[in-house]
């Protein structure tokens, strides 16, 4: 039963790879213990993730506002700091 649910769930197709390619891919793949197949899928969903992260998003414009600077005591490199800053009660004016 759980071999004809694979067989619907996935297709096969021919494609061309390069003998050196396929070379390559054959011996990492026997290295890593998995398939050919495993193999190509797993580089395929990389690249497809891949070009998904890459497409631009929308812009986004930040509001800035004058002042002069960071804070005293603020390190905008040391972000445990920066939460124990932003945790203590601001002061009255």
Known sequence: MLASIRYVLCMRITVRLGEQLLKEAKAMAAQSGITLTRLVEDAL????????TDVP???????????GGVQPGVDLDDS???????DRPHAAP
């Open 45 to 52: 969903r990389g690249a497809l993730a891949r070009r998904r």
């Open 80 to 86: 445990a700091s920066l939460l124990d800053l932003m």
């Open 57 to 67: 998003g929308k812009r986004v414009i930040l509001k800035t506002f004058k002042g």
